[in-house]
C-alpha cells in the first residue's frame, strides 16, 4: 500500500497497537466468494479509536471498511486498506422497558443480542434466518425476515451515532437528522462508521411454526392470500417438482414442541450426502432434477409442527457454501415474476446442454419502509431468492442462471438485495430508487474524502464519471 509511506511513526505506532490480525492476512467473505488483503486489520475498543482511525485515514490518502461477520456474498466488506473489525464494540448501553427498546454498541452479534434481549423479556419483532451478523452489518444492507406486517431490520433501528469521514461524531433519529438517519439505517457502510444503535423490539414470545407441502400452482395463484395467511410465512420452491413448503408462523402461549426430525434425515442426508450428490452433479447436471425430487421427498413432504422461542423458530441451517443472488418485486409482480422463472428452468431442462439449477428457491415477505436504500422502500415487497451452492467450496456453473434470474427480476420492477454480487449499477440504480440521488448526494456530504468507497461502492453508488 503505497499510502502507508506517508504514515508518521505516531500514526505508525497509533495502528499497530489496534493491530488485531498479522500483516499479509487475508479476508475471505463467508461463502469464501471474494476475498481481499488489508493493508491492515485493526480491533477499535471505542469511538475515540475510530475517530482517530479516520483523521489518519483522511491525512494519508487511506480507506476504511467496516465488518462483522463478512456474511455477505459479495465484495461489499472487501478493501485492500484498512478493515475494521468490530467485535470489542458489543456492550450494552441502555434497556428501556417502558419503551421495549436496547441501545447496543454496533458490533454486537445478533446471536449474542438474543441472549441479551431474552434476559430482558424482549426480543426481536422478525429476523433473518442466521444469526451469525453483526447488528450494524445487518442493518447496513437491509437485512429481512418474512412477515408481509414486518418491515426489515433497518426499520426496527429508532436512532444511531454515526462517525463520518471527516470523525465527526452525528446522532440521528426520525426528529433529528432525520434525512442522515433515513439514509444510514441501509448505509452499505458508505456514510460513515455506525457505533450505536437504539433498536425497537416486543416482549419476548413463543412461534408456533407449520410447515406444509404445497403445489407451486397454488402458490402462484394465491401468493397474497399465502402471504397473509400467518404472521410469518416463507416458501421453498424445490424446480423440476412442481412443489414447494409453506412455513408459516404465528405468536402463542403453547408449550415448547420440538419438530420431528433425526440425525439421519436432518445431518446426515441433509447436508453430508446432498453435498456429495451435489459435488457429483458438477460432472452429471442433468442429476439435478432427480435430486430435487428426493430431497423434497425426504425432508418436505411431510408436514411438520414446532413451537420455540421465537429467535430459535425463525433460525435455520446455512451449512453449505454458495453463491447467492436475492431480489425484492412488488408483491403484485411475485406470481407473474415466479411464472416466468418457471417457464425458464423447465424451458432449460427440456435442452440436452440447457442450464440446471439447485433447489430451492426462497420466498419471503416484507413490508413497505421508509429507509431510503430498502428495496421496500415505499413498497411492500416478495424477496425470491436463487442459490447455487459450492459443494466442498468448489465452482459450480452459475452466471446463465443469474442472468435470466435478473431479466426477469427487472421487467417486475425488482430491486437486487445490496448484500449480494448483482449487475445493476448506478443509472439501473437510479430508476429503481426513488431517494438514490438523495443518497449520493448525502454520501458526498458524509465522505468528502471517499475514505469508504471501496470497489463495490465504486462500481455501484458513485457516479460513472467519478474514479
Known sequence: MSSSLQLSETD?????????????????????????????????????DIIEIIQIAVRCGLSIKAIGSGHSPSDIACTDSIMLVMDKLRRVIAYDANACTLTVESGIRLHDLHQVLGQRNMALSDLCCISDQSIAGAIATATHGSGIGFGDLSSMITHLILIDGTGKRVECDQQNNMDLFNAARCSLGALGIITQVTIKCEPAFKLHAVQKPITLDEVISDIDGIARSAEHVRIWWFQYTEYASVWRANRTSMENKSPKGSFIRDRLYGH???QLQL????????DMPRLARKHFQRG?????????DSHRVFSYDCLLKQYVNEWAVPLDQASSALQQLRGWINGQSRESNGARVHFPIEVRFVQESNTWLSPAYRRTVCFISITMFRPYQKPVPYKEYWQAFEDIMRTHQGRPHWAKAYGMFYHDLQRAYPKFDDFVRMRETCDPHDVFVNNYIRRHILPPSQP
Open 300 to 308: 418436505f413432504m411431510n408436514e411438520k409442527e414446532w413451537v420455540g
Open 12 to 48: 505508525k505506532k497509533f495502528l499497530e497497537n489496534l493491530r488485531c490480525k498479522p500483516k499479509g492476512t487475508r479476508f475471505h467473505n463467508w461463502a469464501r466468494t471474494f476475498t481481499s488483503r488489508p493493508a491492515y486489520f485493526l480491533a477499535p475498543e471505542c469511538e475515540r
Open 279 to 286: 459435488y457429483k452433479a458438477r460432472f452429471t447436471p442433468n
Open 272 to 274: 453430508h450426502i446432498l
